[in-house]
């Protein structure tokens, strides 16, 4: 269990603005200073009130630099889900569960992430498993596919890195309509005519093959979202296109 601050002081006495008795250990200090970000309270600040404050670190830019270092480090996709499939009998009265599979999950481009959860050629038969015999093929051999072709579909995950730096996003669009919900983080959404909007954990974008840059607002936190690619007229499967440098 992760000490708050207020216990980290409760274990020093101050006497004539030293802090004395028996400090906790520097590993303590650590993660302490880690549950006392979530409360608002500053990696040095937890650091100082327990002595270790010389002895990690040399001066209050190098405690930004290392604070913002390893909450990037923590941030860390969930790898225990699963994606749950159902199927139906050949008279279409049954319903039963196939396997559950592991996310595909692939570094598509620095600091994003995609984790590839299904996908259909076309608009699939409630009575034949075509599609769903695709998709486990396509899981056996490693592949992801997000933007599908005219009349297919996709549905994947796309995970945001901390952004300690500010970067911007990169200006692309897909053949595709996107269904995108905002599953966690802040994340602003730019178009190549300057128009801006920040997007919050909830919120949904209907994007109509557009022209978009995703960014990340957090230097801290890491941003995810779920979208539903649909594939538009004359789209084919994974189509990109990137705006010109």
Known sequence: MLLPVNDLHNQNTKQNGHITGNPISIE?????????????????LALKSTNHYNEWFADSSTVKRKHDRLNMSSYTPNSDNKCYITTNSPDGKTTTFVDSTSFVTKSTHPGLTLKYAYSAASTPSLTDETDLKAHQEITKQDKIITFPSAGGSAAA???????????????????????????????????????????????????????????????TEGATLFAVAIGGEGATEGFMEHASA
Not at 30 to 35: G, I, N, R, T, V
Request: charged fraction near 25%; avoid cysteine; aromatic fraction near 10%.
């Open 28 to 44: 303590s200090a650590k993660l302490s200073a880690f549950d006392s970000i979530n409360g608002n309270v500053s990696l040095e």
């Open 157 to 219: 995950f796309l995970h945001i890195e901390p952004n300690p730096d500010g970067t911007e996003g990169f200006m692309h669009r897909t053949h595709t309509l996107d269904y995108v919900h905002i599953a966690e983080g802040e994340l602003e959404y730019s178009t190549n005519s300057g128009e801006k909007r920040i997007f919050k954990k909830g919120d949904v974008v209907i994007q109509r093959g557009g022209w978009h840059a995703w960014k990340n607002l957090s230097k």
